[in-house]
């Protein structure tokens, strides 16, 4: 594969060492950054920022391409964490004169998260179909005694 950018020299060694990892399992692939995006479901852009070491992989990301390549996950999996403890907190602006800090946890996926039940509410429509069942009943056995009375 090409060659990788340099790293900056302020990162925490946890971090250097954790991307160095990252970068030969991802060239161990030999995918180029597009293709592990589309193998990966993280975009190219996403992998640069994770091996260039401008923001930390959420552990899923790591899991995904350690599969891509045949790796044990775990292999990294302790790696990361200590990585992600050290990573150095920049701030990112979002506009010329906005700076919003990333979040401590990487955040996992949307297709990973679990499902948000919506909160239980007491159901109109059971009530409704409840009153009809007994109205039916009732008109039933008024039937019933008249008929057989």
Not at 4 to 20: A, G, I, K, N, S
Not at 92 to 113: H, I, Q
Request: a negative charge; proline letters at 11%; one cysteine or more.
């Amino acid at each position: 594969m090409g060659a990788w950018q340099p790293l900056p020299d302020d990162l925490p060694p946890e971090v250097r060492h954790f991307v160095e990892q990252l970068r030969e399992v991802k060239d161990r692939t030999g995918l180029s950054l597009v293709a592990l995006g589309a193998r990966t479901a993280y975009s190219k852009s996403s992998w640069h920022r994770y091996l260039n070491a401008t923001q930390p992989p959420p552990r899923q990301a790591v899991a995904a391409l350690c599969r891509v390549a045949g790796v044990d996950p775990e292999r990294l999996g302790v790696r990361w964490e200590m990585a992600v403890e050290a990573w150095p907190r920049q701030t990112v602006p979002e506009k010329e004169d906005e700076a919003e800090e990333y979040e401590d946890d990487p955040t996992r996926p949307w297709w990973d998260a679990p499902e948000e039940e919506p909160p239980a509410a007491p159901s109109r429509r059971l009530l409704v179909v409840a009153v009809a069942l007994v109205l039916t009943l009732l008109v039933l056995t008024v039937i019933g005694v008249v008929v057989f009375g």
